[in-house]
């Protein structure tokens, strides 16, 4: 038997709905994040009244650092997941890049962006 070299199509839309809906999901974590860190969501004077307190201030600024770095990687992972999307259609999704090899399914269901098996992963890191 000849070793499996790409997903069936059916497999690959499995992949797509699954993916469709972390997009989905995530758009929607994203878009939210971005109305609280621009005050959208908010008739609050935050943004445009005074502040005397140094520590509510600092406080502040930390919780909006934290926004910003988990907009950033809701940011990447939709650019993961809409690559992945092109991979499905050029038909190389599941394919680890360094091997060659079909990344196992279950990998791909709880990572649907990974270009790598763990194992090519790990021995990446070494």
């Known amino acids: 038997m000849a070793k499996k ?6 497999e690959l839309a499995e992949f797509q709905a699954i993916i469709n809906e972390k ?4 758009r929607e974590d994203y878009a939210a994040t971005m109305r609280v860190l621009t ?10 009244s005074p ?4 520590l509510e201030e600092g406080s502040s600024t930390q919780t909006k650092e934290e926004l910003v ?6 940011q990447k992972f939709i650019q993961g997941l809409e690559a992945a ?9 599941g394919i680890d ?8 399914k279950e990998r791909l269901r709880a990572v649907p962006h ?4 763990v194992a090519s992963k790990m021995q990446r890191k070494k």
Do not use: C, F, H
């Open 69 to 74: 770095q988990m907009a950033q990687r809701q």
């Open 39 to 48: 005050n959208q969501d908010s008739n609050d004077v935050d943004d445009t």
């Open 5 to 10: 070299t790409r997903y069936t199509d059916e």
């Open 85 to 93: 999307l092109v991979r499905i259609q050029n038909k190389t999704y």
């Open 23 to 26: 997009l989905r999901i995530t």
């Open 97 to 104: 890049r360094i091997t060659g090899e079909l990344i196992p």
């Open 51 to 54: 502040t005397y307190k140094a």
């Open 114 to 117: 990974a270009t790598l098996s």
